[in-house]
């Protein structure tokens, strides 16, 4: 199955659940609560992850690793190289 | 480990690693990513080749890889050029084909890859049997020199878009530092289909469809490129086309 298979089916079963607690659609008879819970979910959720994935990317962001030393001592191991290889006899 | 380093034995068990550098302009780069190869290679005793596949240079790189297979030798530096700029795919394939090693290192030869990592690689390897170690700029102490906000935001921002849909088992997909066994990346080039960034995203996710093992090793991406080439809407907009083509045929 292709991931948007997966999705669609696990929106599918998911909606279809939503869409039978919300309206009742197999006369249930289940307490009023249940419906007005289930009602805002949808978009409760959306909201949920919206702030999840903001936080998670912008906390990964502010973590992202600034390789200073990577660069200063790639710096001096090109300075090393271009001496060693210019005794080697390359020309450049 | 302290104690490997001081250590110049060889590596007697029959492993030998083949480098794949293709390259496009990269006259000044060249020499010095292949002199840490050979200094970081030889330092730690493992078997290697490496593999310049130039594809028609108009500045010359080629004829340095010919002065540098003067200096450290034909068995060690091997040339397979083609006419004209081809895509990365085609150029592994072409690299593959004569190469000797059953191992097969790919990266970038602009020097954004440090060869230092080489044995990390090789010894994450062993440790697992992994099929592949991809290095990774989003785990442990991995990372990035000389990019701004926002382009750390758009890397950021792209990686959790592709970790979202795409649930790979692994979290740097467009990097391109990669060990892998040489039957491995064989059978995967063949199957993979995009371009660019997208391409080396697609060949972790076929491997994961081919329930190969995935390894990974935190590295240091040092980009001296960004700079004169900014990351313009175009490639944003390519990508995504990409991804949601992973994400709606794999």
């Not at chain 1, 906390?59 to 191991?77: G, H, P």
Request: with cysteine; net charge neutral; aromatic share 12%.
């Amino acid at each position: 199955m292709t991931k948007l298979l997966e999705w669609v089916f696990g929106v599918s079963v998911i909606g279809a659940a939503w869409a039978l607690v919300t309206f009742d659609l197999l006369n249930l008879r289940l307490p009023e609560a249940y419906k007005e819970v289930a009602w805002p979910m949808p978009v409760y959720l959306l909201v949920v992850f919206g702030c999840y994935s903001l936080a998670t990317v912008g906390y990964r962001v502010a973590t992202f690793n600034d390789c200073e030393e990577a660069s200063k001592e790639l710096q001096d191991q090109i300075k090393e190289a271009k001496e060693d290889l210019r005794i080697k006899g390359l020309k450049m | 480990m302290a104690s490997r380093k001081g250590s110049h034995q060889t590596r007697g068990n029959g492993d030998k690693y083949s480098v794949l550098l293709p390259t496009y302009n990269e006259r000044e780069n060249l020499p010095l990513i292949v002199w840490l190869l050979v200094k970081y290679f030889g330092e730690s005793g493992y078997n290697y080749e490496i593999i310049v596949i130039d594809d028609g240079s108009p500045d010359g790189t080629l004829e340095v890889a010919e002065q540098l297979q003067k200096i450290y030798g034909e068995d060690k530096i091997l040339l397979r050029p083609r006419a004209r700029k081809l895509g990365l795919g085609t150029a592994y394939i072409h690299g593959i084909k004569h190469a000797t090693g059953n191992y097969v290192f790919i990266m970038d030869a602009d020097l954004s890859h440090h060869p230092k990592f080489i044995p990390e690689f090789i010894e994450k390897q062993r440790e697992g049997g992994y099929d592949l170690v991809s290095g990774t700029r989003y785990r442990g102490d991995g990372g990035v020199y000389g990019w701004d906000l926002r382009r750390k935001l758009i890397s950021r921002g792209a990686n959790y878009v592709t970790q979202v849909l795409l649930r790979p088992g692994a979290s740097d997909l467009t990097g391109s530092f990669r060990l892998y066994k040489k039957e491995v990346l064989e059978s995967l080039v063949e199957r993979c289909v995009s371009k660019g960034y997208v391409f080396q995203m697609e060949m972790i996710v076929r491997a994961r469809q081919g329930n190969y093992t995935i390894g990974e090793v935190p590295i240091s991406f040092v980009d001296r490129v960004y700079g004169e080439s900014k990351l313009g809407g175009n490639e944003i907009v390519s990508f995504l086309k990409g991804l949601l083509t992973l994400f709606a045929t794999t």
